[in-house]
């Protein structure tokens, strides 16, 4: 069975779902509402690049880059001689 919401419904439902989510949040104590604005964001920014593929969010926020592998490839050089004993520990290995 579906069901038909008109354009008055659909803003009465808005602003009645507005007001019991104001509700709830006003009943918070500080530490949750912090954490819901936290997850409220997460979301949005979730959507908001979800529906554009952009990168930074609306706010004017750049999102954080995240490393890439390889990007230091041929920095780091290991010696010819990695696996051979140190002279320094021969006295104690024989």
Known sequence: MQQTITKDQELSTNI???DEVLKIFAKMPDALKIEVLHYAEYLLNKGIEKSSGSAIASDGIPKKKYRQAGTMTG???MAEDFDEPLAE???YMY
Do not use: A, G
Request: proline fraction near 0%; avoid cysteine.
């Open 16 to 18: 009645s779902l507005d």
């Open 89 to 91: 520990m021969q006295e």
């Open 75 to 77: 920095l780091i050089v």
